[in-house]
């Protein structure tokens, strides 16, 4: 019998799937790193999202443990290198969240554009903000994509329909190909990107050579007035050259669904969020039913295939 822990909140599909081949199911979505490390002891496999620490105190109590499975993308929350000397497989559902995330990401550069969450505050509070709210257009802007993998393309692929000048920017070379295809600018120079958008938005992973990639001296590199969009990882971004960088009025807006620590905690996070020229949002570039319906089922399939089920 294969025991399984579900240690976050998971599409009730999931679930189902596991259930029908015989798969003892633990569905503990809520349960503290304190409780797994004890909990994790005698499972097979673990299906988890983002919340859950797969740490190397965790792993080196789960002495059965033969998969972990991501359901989303980002595998910055498992030790990959301590599962890896554990013999430990562990997969992700990587394609699934890319339409919702790229759809979050459009949603993010209009309301920078169009400061909608002003007007959306200002006509809940009784005001009338007609004169004072004036946006500007997607069309007539340069808009660089920072990563243009699975969630970068699927930007560009919407973005297409605005008329904007795109340029997209990643260090594989062969990603020109796809770039090709949607008949856009490709680059593998950064400071390129970075002076000619008057948005960027970044869909690079987080991983060691990525950790406060977008620092003062980077930032500092875009256009006077130009915006920044982050839905990939909060550690990617230095936080507090951003909120420098918005205060010299260098930024002119940034709009955030990542952050360094989740839910945001630190001073510097604190006031970039009470600064009305910061858009944020609470990690929910793959909070979608589609998603997650196809998230959970995609890591039921894994486990499954996994154990020859
Ligand atoms: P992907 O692997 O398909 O694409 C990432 C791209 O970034 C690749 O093409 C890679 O070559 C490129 N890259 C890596 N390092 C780079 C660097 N230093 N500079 C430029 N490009 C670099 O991944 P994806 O599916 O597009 O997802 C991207 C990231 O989005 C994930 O790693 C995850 O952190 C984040 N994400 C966020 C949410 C959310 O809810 N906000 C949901 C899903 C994914």
Redesign the pocket.
């Known amino acids: 019998m294969i025991d399984l822990i579900i240690s976050d909140h998971i599409n009730e599909k999931c679930i189902e799937i596991l259930k029908k081949k015989g798969i003892n199911v633990h569905y503990l979505p809520e349960i503290t790193q304190d409780e797994l490390k004890k909990s994790i002891v005698d499972k097979h496999a673990i299906i988890l999202r983002g919340r859950t620490k797969l740490n190397r105190e965790i792993l080196e109590n789960a002495k059965h443990l033969r998969l972990i499975v991501r359901a989303?993308?980002?595998l910055d929350n498992i030790d990959l290198n301590f599962a890896k000397e554990r013999g430990i497989e562990v997969r992700n559902t990587?394609a699934a969240?890319?339409k919702a995330?790229a759809e979050l990401t459009i949603a993010l550069i209009i309301s920078l554009l169009r400061e909608l969450y002003k007007a959306y505050d200002s006509m809940k509070k009784s005001k009338w903000l007609k004169k004072e709210l004036i946006g500007s257009e997607i069309s007539s802007k340069t808009i660089g994509i920072?990563?243009?993998?699975?969630?970068?393309y699927e930007v560009a692929k919407r973005l297409k329909n605005f008329g904007c000048r795109i340029i997209a920017?990643?260090?594989?070379p062969t990603?020109q190909t796809f770039a090709n295809e949607l008949r856009i600018e490709f680059t593998t120079n950064m400071d390129y990107v970075l002076k000619q958008s008057d948005i960027i938005t970044i869909?690079?992973?987080?991983i060691e050579?990525?950790k406060n990639?977008f620092s003062y001296e980077t930032l500092i590199k875009m256009k006077r007035g130009s915006y920044i969009v982050n839905?990939?990882?909060g550690e990617v971004l230095d936080e507090g050259a951003l909120l420098k960088l918005i205060k010299e009025g260098h930024i002119k807006g940034a709009a955030l669904?990542?952050f360094s620590n989740e839910p945001p905690n630190s001073e510097i996070e604190k006031e970039l969020l009470r600064d009305d020229r910061v858009i944020a949002t609470p990690?929910?570039?793959?909070q979608t039913v589609e998603t997650m319906e196809a998230e959970a089922i995609e890591a039921a399939e894994i486990v499954i295939r996994f154990f020859n089920l």
């Open positions: 989303g993308v980002g990587p969240p890319s995330v920072f990563g243009f993998g699975r969630i970068g920017y990643d260090i594989d990603r869909h690079i992973p987080l050579s990525t990639l839905v990939s990882r669904d990542v990690h929910i570039g793959a």
